[in-house]
């Protein structure tokens, strides 16, 4: 997700999204698998605490790229 990409149609959202769920998934799925199969409660409310702030930060960066540009109110 540091990379910056132009994203001009629907589908170019689409790819975007499919990358970053993909990133999301490898880096934080396995964590709350772990978690849910080795772990305490605590490791496993902080793994999905990460993974809700990984999907959140993705939503956020979209958001903040819909924005640069745009005319302020």
Same mark, same amino acid.
């Given at each position: 997700?540091?990379?910056?990409?132009?994203?001009?149609?629907?589908?170019?959202?689409?790819?975007?999204?499919?990358?970053?769920?993909? %990133?999301?998934?490898?880096? %934080?799925?396995?964590?709350?698998?772990?978690?849910?199969?080795?772990?305490?409660?605590?490791?496993?409310?902080?793994?999905? @605490?990460?993974? *809700? %702030?990984?999907?959140? @930060?993705?939503?956020?960066?979209?958001?903040?790229?819909?924005?640069? *540009?745009?005319?302020?109110?």
């Amino acid at each position: 997700m540091d990379d910056s990409i132009k994203i001009d149609n629907r589908g170019d959202f689409g790819l975007w999204a499919i990358e970053v769920a993909k %990133q999301i998934v490898s880096e %934080q799925g396995f964590e709350l698998a772990r978690a849910a199969r080795d772990g305490t409660d605590d490791e496993l409310r902080v793994a999905g @605490n990460a993974l *809700g %702030q990984a999907i959140t @930060n993705a939503l956020i960066e979209v958001y903040d790229g819909l924005l640069e *540009g745009a005319p302020e109110e």
